[in-house]
């Protein structure tokens, strides 16, 4: 069964540090792995995706994540935030037969000024 | 411009009124899911639809139909709506042909059932 776990509810971050959403995993076999951002009254977003390849995947916006496969993690970040950046984010992840997506609960990132 | 149109975007009805929530899309996709969106918990996916025809149950069925008559169409129906199905609901598509592809989101559609 695949799960994925956003251990934290809110990260804070003020604009010009880097920033760092956390997401853990676990699948059968080889992880698909995404996330997406949602703003305000708006749908989804995709932000970057790892299917295999470079443990490092860039994405939009300036985001980036790390994909590493002993600690089952695909951690989000961003060398330098922007008040902009402020937004709900989703990792999500997919067992290779899977049709089915699992996504974490959120985690509220807030850069203040 | 691939789009993902749902309807309507807000709705506020009575428990046990039967309500359509309307999802389409304009790629011709065969793969089609709807998912609800609760605080604390995520994104859960009720329904997806591998093609015309065929569907199947996601992580949170119950309480929901859904039908898919057309490739284009994919409306979610509530029967009896309750409260607990108060929620914000997404209808999605891959953002590619391929279904393992990441998903392209519609804008959403807040429901309160009273």
């Known amino acids: 069964a695949q799960s994925v776990a956003q251990p934290e509810d809110q990260v804070n971050v003020a604009e010009g540090n880097p920033l760092t959403v956390k997401c853990t995993y676990s699948?059968?076999?080889?992880?698909?792995l995404f996330w997406y951002v949602q703003y305000p009254n708006r749908g989804l977003q995709f932000l970057l995706k790892y299917i295999t390849g470079d443990n490092l995947v860039k994405g939009s916006y300036g985001f980036e994540a790390e994909f590493n496969k002993s600690q089952t993690s695909f951690h989000l970040k961003k060398p330098s935030a922007l008040v902009s950046d402020s937004a709900l984010y989703f990792c999500a992840v997919r067992e290779g037969g899977s049709y089915i997506p699992t996504f974490g609960r959120g985690t509220s990132l807030i850069v203040h000024p | 411009e691939a789009q993902v149109t749902q309807n309507p975007r807000y709705l506020i009805t009575v428990t046990g009124k039967k309500l359509t929530v309307t999802c389409s899309q304009n790629?011709?996709?065969?793969?089609m899911s709807w998912y609800r969106q609760d605080p604390g918990l995520g994104l859960r996916q009720i329904y997806y639809?591998?093609?015309?025809?065929?569907?199947d149950k996601g992580d949170v069925p119950e309480g929901y139909k859904v039908s898919r008559k057309e490739k284009r169409n994919f409306p979610l129906i509530l029967e009896s709506p309750s409260p607990n199905q108060t929620s914000l609901y997404f209808c999605a598509r891959p953002q590619l042909a391929d279904v393992r592809e990441t998903q392209y989101f519609g804008p959403g559609t807040r429901l309160l059932v009273l």
């Open positions: 639809s591998m093609n015309v025809e065929v569907t």
């Open positions: 699948v059968s076999g080889n992880p698909y």
């Open positions: 790629m011709n996709h065969e793969y």
